[in-house]
């Protein structure tokens, strides 16, 4: 899953990760993170997820990279925002009062361009990656953001039922990527809906690390 896959994607508009609605498992479980109003939230690999304007409503300051900018555009366009736009190092940072995003790859980005944040919450984001990508990203994503909680929403179905992305990832494998800097808790469990449970059955999870 390099960059030219996902800009591919994005291009012929082949984004079914993509939920016009709030993920219900980030609203159910946001207060597990124990944030204050004013927190600045990681939304790693973020696309134009509606979470990002949710998180802003609820008061959070909120920071996604993504490599797609048109997909970035679009956020602030929905938000009805007109954002700054700057060079930031090798990205593009759009920024508006509450919502910032960093144009470009997760895996060059430096803890010092991102800045501090008190949370990280991953929806579709390890998930999308194929298991050789997975270490690095994790490991990565803790360098980044020390042992910040994490909300994770991940899939867990029988691989053999279809290619990821996304990915099934099970409680034991989030176990072994995390389990140096964090402890692990299963918050919600569903099983999976919508155009994907045409692909697979297994469960939603909500985990908090
Ligand atoms: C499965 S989508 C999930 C998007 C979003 N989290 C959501 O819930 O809709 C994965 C996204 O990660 C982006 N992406 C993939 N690899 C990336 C990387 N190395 N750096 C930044 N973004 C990346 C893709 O362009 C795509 O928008």
Request: glycine letters at 8%; one cysteine or more.
């Amino acid at each position: 899953m390099d960059p030219a896959f996902w800009q591919q994607g994005w291009k012929e508009n082949q984004i079914a990760f993509h939920e016009e609605e709030v993920n219900p498992l980030l609203s159910k479980n946001i207060h597990r993170l124990a944030l204050n109003r004013g927190d600045r939230i990681f939304v790693p690999l973020c696309g134009k997820t509606s979470d990002l304007a949710w998180l802003s409503a609820q008061g959070f300051r909120v920071v996604g990279i993504e490599l797609n900018q048109s997909a970035v555009e679009e956020v602030f366009v929905n938000m009805g925002t007109d954002p700054d736009v700057s060079d930031l190092g090798d990205y593009v940072h759009y920024r508006s009062e509450t919502v910032e995003i960093l144009v470009g790859d997760f895996f060059d980005l430096s803890a010092e361009i991102l800045g501090p944040i008190e949370a990280t919450y991953d929806r579709a984001a390890l998930v999308a990656l194929p298991a050789p990508m997975r270490g690095s990203y994790a490991a990565h994503l803790m360098a980044l953001t020390g042992t910040a909680p994490q909300l994770l929403i991940a899939l867990d179905y029988d691989q053999s039922q279809m290619d990821g992305p996304p990915f099934s990832v099970s409680g034991g494998e989030i176990s072994r990527l995390y389990s140096d800097r964090y402890s692990q808790e299963l918050v919600s469990s569903a099983a999976i809906s919508g155009r994907l449970a045409k692909r697979c059955t297994g469960t939603e999870n909500a985990w908090l690390l």
